[in-house]
């Protein structure tokens, strides 16, 4: 597997400013996508999912973009906010009902939020 | 609101050693999950458990690993000789199976560290 070390892209805002994490999946497959927030020392928490049916979907200050063309994903914060500061990661699940829901992660993005 | 719980949250242990970490997972949940994360990399799935057997595993969980559902909460990883290697964050996550419902939720992790 791919190895990603200890460098994660980092994403610095101010508080108060829209935030705009990328995330690219490999599997044309894929048809459920997920993000999580981690925060130091915790598990994976669960943000917003999107199924592959869908292009946008928004829950409170979160919006999730997919683009199947180009196998992008995206995730929109408003208002971000000093709470918001953690590493976010995409997840995929390939064959939805079929695989038991494994996720693939994707590598992380760390968010850090200014006051 | 319930949330899926690890024991212990840090295990120190000598190379050769065994190890169980514990998990108890949202008790209406019936899919099963073990993913761990070496440090500053991205979270990696190991093996998914369901109606008492596993689902699939993937090629990190080698012959020294295990899982069992011992009753009807707790659901454990063994590690019978533990490496150096296997120093990470364990977590556990559990899904509920129903139409529509993929997320699996996750719990705080268990750090193991291996001397």
């Known amino acids: 597997g791919e190895s990603v070390g200890l460098h994660l892209p980092t994403l610095s805002v101010q508080e108060g400013d829209n935030s705009i994490i990328n995330c690219a999946y490999s599997n044309s497959a894929s048809d459920y996508f997920i993000w999580y927030k981690q925060e130091s020392g915790k598990g994976p928490q669960f943000i917003i999912d999107i199924r592959s049916n869908m292009d946008k979907r928004q829950s409170q200050r979160v919006t999730v973009l997919l683009n199947k063309t180009v196998k992008h994903l995206s995730l929109q914060i408003a208002a971000t906010q000093p709470g918001d500061s953690a590493v976010y990661f995409c997840a995929e699940n390939i064959d939805y009902g079929g695989s038991q829901g494994n996720l693939i992660f994707g590598k992380g993005t760390k968010l850090s939020v200014k006051p | 609101e319930p949330e899926v719980t690890q024991t212990p949250s840090h295990q120190v242990t000598q190379m050769g050693q065994e190890v169980i970490l514990r998990c108890v997972p949202i008790s209406n949940h019936l899919y099963f999950y073990w993913y761990r994360q070496i440090l500053g990399q991205k979270v990696e799935f190991l093996v998914s458990?369901?109606?008492?057997?596993?689902?699939?595993k993937s090629e990190i969980f080698d012959d020294q690993f295990s899982v069992e559902r011992p009753d009807g909460s707790n659901f454990t990883l063994k590690i019978r000789s533990t490496k150096l290697e296997d120093s990470a964050m364990y977590f556990c996550?559990?899904?509920?199976?129903?139409?529509?419902?993929?997320?699996?939720?996750f719990g705080p992790g268990t750090r193991l560290t291996v001397l």
């Open positions: 996550a559990s899904r509920v199976q129903a139409f529509g419902t993929d997320t699996q939720y």
């Open positions: 458990f369901y109606n008492n057997e596993i689902s699939e």
